[in-house]
């Protein structure tokens, strides 16, 4: 197991007419960036405006809320990875002519990684949060051991190995890239 090397999010070019719309009335997005488990809620619900067969066979589905959204098949491989790095909710995605099962990821772990020796962020006026980067360097061997966390520095970001890389290495619609490429 190696240590983060990637951010894991949408894919820079993903079309619009594939991100998924999340109601947010069936489970508040923001509880998921807090990395700690979380009662299972009722089951997250999605829309899509088309047919089901735009989402079949992705293991990665992109969405408004920004959270990894995943096939049932790739969150079992992935909870296989993490084991208990990761907590999985139910989500429905209803298309045009159909239903898609799908699990919402609950990253249950977060990294205080950021070097800031050499990252630059701007911060939300009278606070320490940060409100983007314009450079970000990791810390190195901070990470070794995780396979999947959340940026402590800024917990939208996810964090990611190889190994996670490697479960949607087909996927066109998420990207792997390395820290030091990313504007927040």
């Known amino acids: 197991m190696g240590g983060i090397t990637y951010l894991w999010r949408i894919a820079s070019d993903c079309p619009d007419s594939l991100i998924v719309t999340h109601d947010k009335e069936t489970v508040d ?12 809620p009722q089951t997250a619900l999605f ?16 969405n408004s809320a920004s ?21 999985g909710v139910r989500a429905i995605v209803t ?15 977060s990294i205080s990684a950021v070097d800031w020796t ?7 006026p009278g606070t320490k949060q940060v409100m983007k980067f314009s450079k970000l360097q990791l810390k190195a061997n901070t990470v ?3 396979n999947i966390a959340r940026l402590e520095e800024f917990r939208p970001f996810v964090l990611a190995t190889d190994e996670v890389k490697h ?11 390395p820290p030091s490429d990313i504007r927040a």
């Open 47 to 62: 829309v899509h405006h088309g047919p089901i067969s735009d989402l079949q066979g992705q293991d990665y589905i992109p």
């Open 67 to 87: 959270l990894p959204l995943l096939s049932v098949e790739a969150s079992r491989r992935l909870s296989a990875l993490a084991g208990v790095s990761v907590q």
């Open 167 to 177: 479960i949607f290495y087909a996927s066109e619609l998420c990207e792997f890239s």
């Open 144 to 146: 070794n051991g995780v």
């Open 95 to 109: 298309c045009s002519d159909g239903v898609l099962e799908a699990v919402l990821l609950n990253i249950l772990r």
């Open 118 to 124: 050499v990252s630059k962020a701007l911060f939300i």
């Open 29 to 40: 997005p923001t509880i998921f960036r807090n990395a700690s488990p979380i009662a299972v």
